[in-house]
């Protein structure tokens, strides 16, 4: 079965770095467009990027633009978050999310753009 | 960017209840429109994709409709396990965006 489990969150300074993990398994990882979308305590969710399925293209909320930046390793079947200069309003629960779209060509895009899988979420803290 | 209101915030029902929610979208964005139910501590579920296709396993008191910038997820009769908050999301147009969510309680 699909699975996504996130892995990297924790309690970090303002102004520091964390990189989140999200290792994938029950689908073949490279096909499929992947995002992170983020909670806030008791808030609405946040969309903040995609990347196509083959790493090339990344797209970002304008929130996080310049301070975060999407990768993915398709031979280790994992989508990374790496966060630099950490705001106190970037603390949220941190999601990965698989798009539904099979893609095999570049005319795929991002995919179709809602999320069909989630993990279970890990939580980053943003505090001095 | 596309703003999504969700209403109501907050619904308290009773089992067995018909409840309704509406997403209104602050421009067409034709039948792109996606339905997520979050449970506590728990991350979000998908429900429905193209206002109203039924995502494979969800029940089918569920149901989507609309078009342009009206949607509206109708829980038919609202079970025990229906208690939750649900989101509207649009896929179409970057940066993708979520309703603010509405709130379904006990009665």
């Known amino acids: 079965q699909v699975q996504l489990v996130e892995s990297g969150g924790g309690v970090v300074q303002p102004g520091r770095s964390l990189r989140l993990s999200c290792a994938v398994s029950?689908?073949?990882?490279?096909?499929?467009?992947m995002h992170w979308v983020r909670q806030a305590p008791g808030k609405g969710l946040e969309w903040v990027a995609v990347i196509s399925y083959d790493g090339r293209s990344q797209y970002y909320a304008d929130s996080v633009k310049g301070r975060f930046t999407i990768f993915r390793d398709n031979s280790k079947n994992t989508l990374y978050l790496q966060m630099n200069s950490l705001r106190a309003e970037d603390t949220a629960i941190y999601y990965c999310a698989k798009d539904p779209r099979y893609c095999t060509t570049v005319t795929c895009g991002y995919g179709r753009g809602y999320f069909d899988y989630w993990g279970q979420g890990t939580l980053v803290t943003v505090s001095s | 960017d596309i703003q999504l209101t969700q209403s109501p915030s907050f619904l308290s029902a009773s089992v067995g209840d018909r409840v309704t929610i509406t997403c209104r979208a602050s421009?067409?964005?034709?039948?792109?429109l996606a339905w997520y139910q979050q449970k506590p501590g728990k991350a979000p579920n998908l429900l429905i994709y193209a206002a109203s296709t039924l995502q494979s396993g969800v029940p089918s008191r569920f149901s989507g409709s609309g078009s342009g910038t009206e949607f509206t997820l109708t829980i038919s009769s609202l079970q025990p396990e229906d208690f939750a908050t649900y989101y509207c999301q649009q896929p179409n147009t970057f940066p993708l965006t979520f309703g603010g969510g509405t709130k379904v309680e006990i009665k």
């Open positions: 421009q067409d964005i034709s039948s792109y």
């Open positions: 029950g689908f073949t990882f490279s096909n499929y467009a």
